[in-house]
């Protein structure tokens, strides 16, 4: 079974950054597609960024292409999400997310706990 646990998230000004961590355990974590979700209060949960581990191809929703950058680091079984320009419809929880597919996009098998980005006008 694997553990996602998502740390960083915060409130910030329009215009700001924050970088999301995710780390994970209990399971290999270079066979793993790992990526990043949100979800803003009264919409559906949304695809943010996801990232191919073995291949390291990363892969945007069309509203945050250009500002926010997504990346992995093997050693500490860890994925980030870097963001910037940060816009308050930006604001949402966060979710990291890990699926045994080539890409979580294809379904997601392990979800973190979220966590909160308010982003303030």
């Known amino acids: 079974q694997v553990q996602l646990v998502e740390s960083g998230g915060g409130l910030v000004q329009a215009g700001g950054s924050l970088r999301l961590s995710c780390a994970a355990s209990?399971?290999?974590?270079?066979?793993?597609?790992m990526g990043w979700f949100r979800q803003a209060a009264g919409k559906e949960r949304e695809f943010v960024a996801a990232?191919?581990?073995?291949?390291?191809?990363?892969y945007y929703a069309n509203s945050v292409k250009g500002r926010f950058a997504i990346s992995s680091d093997i050693v500490k079984n860890t994925v980030y999400l870097q963001m910037a320009s940060l816009k308050p419809e930006d604001t949402a929880v966060y979710y990291c997310a890990a699926s045994r597919q080539p890409l979580v996009t294809l379904g997601v098998d392990f979800w973190g706990q979220g966590t909160q980005v308010t982003v303030s006008s």
């Open positions: 990232i191919r581990g073995s291949v390291g191809t990363s």
């Open positions: 209990g399971g290999a974590f270079s066979s793993l597609a």
